[in-house]
């Protein structure tokens, strides 16, 4: 799961730092503004995912989670490659739409992870897999720049269905799940038990305020994405690889992440992952508050790797709190709402950080993501229930 992991977070962040330029050059039929439609390339997706994902995530509790990784794999492949022939920006917003329904890979990860570990290693094993996805990540920007560079947009799209095939047929022939679903979940209707599993996850304490902070989390990590490449065109010379230094950009981020997320979760494990989560926010905020103030590229991209460093923290530790909050025999469930609140945090953040930019300019987006973060710990530091989730029953 760690390698599929890997390959999926690589394919779907090769195209993540150029999106906007790809709107940019496919241009509008309908004569919509850029902004708003680099904001919408990813709200569409984000929007629709946060529909479906609750629905997968009960599925995957009666019928298996592993089907769900395959599907969401699988069906990706597809969207993607279909993405490299669009002819206009609005048919790559509807695509990304349906790219939304069908998806939701780290989601039905950490459910197939969450349901296989002691509950005492929760933390190291989100971890683990959070490494997969922020060192794909890492990687996937840089190379959609260069590819973009050398060969063109199109080509990306075609390189990540590859590697989400890949992916997925490395999960179909190489994981092994044994699963058997409880036995009143199969006499319950099936829109009667994905309602009533959805209810007893949100009634157990520190599950709602957990996806609060799941939902601030996300906001402020997408918000400077629709802005981000016209920032860093900005402060780069004449001539500049805009594409290539945006993926270095967002791949220093995650390479950061990626090395401190192991430890952040084994650390979480031996002394909470609400202490955790509370350090690295606070200082995740104070790392983006600088960043509406550089006069450089390279400041940026040293003051971002700071930010993936501290978000290494903030995203497993959620994870094994949602984990150490709930019972086993849940995690579709559980899973599936984070996947719906990360995905309605992240059709709202583009938006938000483009009528940010719209109104006030490009670097009261930094600015205003560096107060969202520190106000999410000093939240947390106060909404999150004081006994550890590890002594819950």
């Known amino acids: 799961m ?19 330029l790809y709107v940019q050059e496919l241009g509008s039929v309908w004569g919509v503004n850029r902004n708003w439609l680099a904001g919408l390339v990813f709200s569409a997706q984000a929007l629709t995912m946060m529909v479906a994902s609750p629905v997968w995530g009960g599925l995957a509790d009666r019928f298996g989670r592993k089907l769900m990784v395959q599907r969401s794999l699988f069906g990706g492949a597809l969207v993607l490659l279909a993405m490299a022939y669009v002819r206009s920006a609005e048919e790559l917003v509807a695509l990304r739409a349906v790219q939304g329904m069908i998806t939701g890979t780290i989601s039905a990860a950490n459910a ?21 996805l922020t060192a794909g990540i890492a990687v996937g920007p840089l190379l959609g720049g260069i590819l973009a560079d050398l060969w063109g947009y199109r080509a ?25 679903p409880p036995e009143e979940k199969t006499r319950l209707g099936l829109r009667e038990e994905l309602w009533n599993g959805w209810r007893r996850v949100l009634a157990r304490p520190g599950v709602s305020m957990a996806y609060v902070l799941r939902f601030m989390t996300y ?6 994405v629709p802005v981000a490449p016209f920032f860093i065109q900005s402060l780069l010379e004449e001539g500049g690889q805009v594409n290539t230094f945006t993926g270095l950009v967002f791949a220093s981020a995650s390479l950061m992440g990626a090395l401190t997320a192991i430890s952040f979760g084994r650390l979480g494990d031996r002394i909470g992952h609400g202490r955790v989560l ?18 450089n590229a390279w400041q940026l991209l040293l003051l971002q790797a700071a930010c993936g460093a501290a978000l290494g923290g903030t995203l497993p530790a959620l994870s094994a709190l949602l984990a150490g909050y709930t ?27 483009a009528a940010v930019a719209y109104g006030f300019g490009l670097r009261a987006t930094f600015l205003a993501t560096g107060l969202l973060f520190i106000a999410l710990g000093l939240l947390a530091l106060w909404g999150l229930p004081r006994q550890a989730p590890a002594e819950r029953p």
Do not use: H, N, W
């Open 2 to 20: 760690f390698v599929a992991q890997l390959l999926s977070a690589v394919g779907f962040s090769v195209i993540f730092p150029f999106l906007p």
């Open 112 to 132: 197939l992870v969450a349901a296989s570990v002691p509950r005492r290693r929760i933390g190291y094993a989100m971890g683990v897999l959070q490494v997969g």
């Open 156 to 180: 990306a799209f075609k390189v990540t269905a590859a590697l989400l095939a890949a992916a997925g047929m490395l999960v179909a022939l190489g994981v092994r799940e044994v699963f058997r």
């Open 219 to 224: 906001l402020g990590r997408m918000m400077i």
């Open 278 to 295: 509370v350090s690295c926010a606070l200082g995740t905020g104070l790392f983006y508050l600088p960043q509406s103030l550089v006069q």
């Open 327 to 353: 019972l086993p025999g849940e995690e579709g469930s559980v899973y599936g709402l984070d996947s719906s609140v990360i995905s309605g945090s992240r059709a709202l953040a583009p938006l938000l950080g």
